[in-house]
């Protein structure tokens, strides 16, 4: 049990969920360790939303919602850490949410599609294996997408993802807004617009951003999205970063 009053009380909850989630089969190991790289970038930016995550991230909302056909890729993480959160945005910005799995068995897309529903959300794609198809026709696991989802998306906003699917996804001309707490991860640099932050802290910031901007008419949100840029976002994080890093001293 952890005292509430404890420091690093939210963070060590975290860990508390990614380990349970690794009991029950649907999280790997390596999801574990990625877990703990994200751990340590949160600590650095002092687990909390900084300034340059907020702008992403509201260019990440009107993006969704101006998309023809958006898709919010989800894995064993992404689902233990946010799954009601997902579906919310997944409803609030009209998007898809399609299952992809680095270490891809039965097992673990049973668990996690039964979760889905159990939370009430009946259509997550991704998880039958005859529907699958290959990226651009590369022949890699990491190319795999739904037919109905990804396949065919034009946006798709991915989370503790691994480079090589963000580079098959950024090659292949959709737009790809990533979630990473480390602003210096391939998937970070890779992709269109990156949200320095943790996913616990942005989906639900999303989500108010969403209720907010879906108001707004394209112009509007057009203008938002033309007036980014994430090399410079990801340079404004990192130097937020150190300067967070010397307050902690
Ligand atoms: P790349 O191939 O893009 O360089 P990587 O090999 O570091 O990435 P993984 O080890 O798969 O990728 O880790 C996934 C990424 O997810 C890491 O950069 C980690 O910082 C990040 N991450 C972990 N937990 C979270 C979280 N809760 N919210 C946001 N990002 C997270």
Redesign the pocket.
Known sequence: MIPKNHPRYESLILREKIKEAHKKGYLTDSGM???G??EA?DYLIGEKTMPPANEAIKVAVATLIQAKNSVISVNG?STE?DIDEFIELAKNTDSKIELNLFYRNKKRVEIISKLYKDHGYENLLGIDDKKIRYIDNIDSPRATASEEGIYKSDVVLV??????R?EVLVDSGKKIIA????PL????KMANITIV????RTIPLMIEYAKKLNSKDESQLKELISDFSNAKNLNESLKYMELSKLSKS
């Open positions: 360790i990625a877990h790289r994200g970038f993480n850490l989370s503790l993802e691994d480079g090589d963000a979630i990473d707490l480390n991860s391939r998937t970070a932050d943790n996913i616990v």
